[in-house]
Structures are given as C-alpha cells and as structure tokens.
Nanobody, 115 residues
Framework: QVQLVESGGGLVQPGGSLRLSCAVSGSINGINIMGWHRQAPGKQRELVATITSGGTPNYADSVKGRFTISRDNARNTVYLQMNSLKPDDTAVYYC?????????WGQGTQVTVSS
C-alpha cells in the first residue's frame, strides 16, 4: 500500500502563489509516475501535472508556464509550485502515485483563488 498526504492549500488572491506538498509513505518501491490532479465544483477531475521517476515533467496546457512540479526522492515528497494563480485554478488538488499498474490517491487539499 501507498499513503499520500497533501498539504499547502489555502486561500490566495489572484496573481498569488502557493506550494503544495505530497508526502509519500508505505510501499514506495516501484512508484514510477507521481502527479497532481484537481477537481473544481461540478467538474470532472483533471490532470494538472505529472513527473516521472527520472524527473521528466508534463503539464496541462492550462498551467504551463505558471506551475512547476518537482520531486525530492530523499524526502519522498512531490511538490507543486503554483504561481500567477487565477480564480479558475480554484479546486481540490489531489496527489496521485502510480505503482506498477495501481493508482493511489491522497485525500486532497483545497485551493481557493479569490479576492
């Protein structure tokens, strides 16, 4: 089993920044892809960014140039640096880990962008 715990969400004004963290524990051997997804009220969950075990990132078009995903393998932690936040970024953000062919999810952290 893999456990994921997100932190770092909150309320921020448009144009502001937040950094989300995802602490990974349990059976971490075999985890290849880590990622962040989000779900806004009334909308489907969508991919935000992923990063491979080798450090290759991938981003949704809506966040390219504003968000940066990174991972610290020594700390078993994945980060999402979010800059130039917009009201449309408001959502619950979920961390996901893929271990072999199984996906594990965190409980989510709320991000609200509002003035």
């Amino acid at each position: 089993q893999v456990q994921l715990v997100e932190s770092g969400g909150g309320l921020v004004q448009p144009g502001g920044s937040l950094r989300l963290s995802c602490a990974v524990s349990g059976s971490i051997n075999g985890i290849n892809i880590m990622g962040w997804h989000r779900q806004a009220p009334g909308k489907q969950r969508e991919l935000v960014a992923t990063i491979t075990s080798g450090g290759t990132p991938n981003y949704a078009d809506s966040v390219k140039g504003r968000f940066t995903i990174s991972r610290d393998n020594a700390r078993n932690t994945v980060y999402l640096q979010m800059n130039s936040l917009k009201p449309d970024d408001t959502a619950v953000y979920y961390c996901k880990a893929r271990r072999y062919f199984t996906d594990y999810w965190g409980q989510g952290t709320q991000v609200t962008v509002s003035s």
